[in-house]
């Protein structure tokens, strides 16, 4: 898979349509990042990726380029519509030149969805419930399959999904599909809590203009409440909207822009932000929903007169710096990264 190498970047050229995370897209990232080399992924004009190949190149930083739209030729790089004349003169980090090429698509609202529960680490433990219930919620349908790569081939089947995991551990990323109009991606890791079961992903909503977007916030909140009540040790997590086109593909390394709609924050990070979700709730207008003695809170972010960024501006700013670094596994601000916790990507 490796067309090229220019300094420490290898290139990789695909003539597709659309690409995928595939075996051979995972083989040349891998190559690549173990020779301390940033990837590139070269397309042609036209040429889309499903969600789980855009997820990978964000997690590698790996640059993607277009080829042969400008009149001048040379590559342009899709975060910022610059072009150059050689690889190795794309800067590492993007141009301001006013403006993306190419043009995001915006005529359908699509739900973004990014969840972290927290399991035993033990035989009895199964994994992809966070996922199941997110599916259910969001889309109506449970997911349709699964896989270590795309195409997901296997049918969706939580048994398998852990199985799977298992045998990767510590460290297990699987792609997860419901067709064109939902695509998200698993991971599971060992952690000093136990084992991480995470799912990120988008759904199409519908058409813009068509979509209530009262209906899609009180969705949002109602899936978050079902993770809590299902699942004894939700983490983190948010459900946003944002725009996109009939079908989960990307463009461009990038979406517009993201409107967060509601908040989950399970029990072990309140205790680390030294609150606790009924007192928090009770303040703030949120809501508590769980298994157990202590509960999630779930704090819906519209419909309360502000602004959504604001409202979470003012929530956020309840807290420290160390509180907040705490109640994600984050390093603090004075510690070394490889001091933290969980790998909070």
Not at 34 to 55: E, G, I, K, L, W
């Amino acid at each position: 898979m490796v067309d090229g190498i220019a300094g420490r970047r290898a290139w990789t050229t695909t003539l597709a349509d659309r690409f995928y995370d595939s075996e051979a897209l995972s083989g040349f990232l891998r190559w690549t990042l173990q020779r301390d080399m940033r990837p590139v992924v070269v397309s042609q004009p036209d040429t889309r990726a499903s969600f789980p190949a855009a997820y990978r190149l964000l997690r590698t930083r790996a640059l993607w380029l277009r080829l042969g739209d400008s009149p001048d030729g040379g590559f342009r790089d899709l975060r910022s519509g610059a072009v150059y004349a050689s690889i190795d003169e794309v800067p590492d980090e993007p141009e301001d030149v006013g403006f993306v090429s190419p043009p995001l698509e915006d005529s359908h609202v699509w739900i973004g969805f990014s969840v972290s529960v927290q399991h035993r680490a033990d035989e009895a433990t199964t994994l992809g419930e966070a996922a199941a219930i997110l599916w259910h919620e969001l889309t109506g349908a449970a997911p349709a399959a699964w896989g270590w790569h795309e195409p997901c081939l296997a049918p969706w089947n939580k048994v398998t999904y852990t199985e799977s995991a298992r045998s990767l551990m510590p460290y297990a990323t699987m792609d997860i599909s419901g067709g064109v109009t939902a695509q998200a991606v698993g991971v599971a890791r060992r952690n000093q809590f136990g084992v991480e079961d995470a799912v990120s992903g988008l759904a199409v909503a519908g058409p813009a203009g068509q979509v209530d977007m009262a209906e899609i916030g009180a969705r949002a909140v109602a899936a978050l409440r079902a993770v809590a009540q299902a699942l004894p040790t939700p983490s983190i997590g948010v459900i946003s909207v944002t725009h996109g086109g009939p079908q989960i593909q990307f463009a461009a390394p990038l979406t517009a822009p993201v409107m967060p709609l509601a908040v989950i924050v399970g029990p072990r990070a309140m205790r680390a932000l030294g609150t606790d979700a009924a007192s928090f709730a009770a303040q703030h207008g949120g809501l508590t929903a769980g298994l157990g003695k202590f509960p999630s809170l779930i704090m819906p972010l519209f419909g309360t007169g502000i602004g959504v960024w604001e409202r979470l501006r003012h929530l956020i700013g309840e807290f420290s710096a160390d509180q907040l670094a705490a109640a994600l596994f984050l390093p603090r601000p004075n510690q070394s990264p490889n001091q933290g916790g969980r790998d909070a990507s």
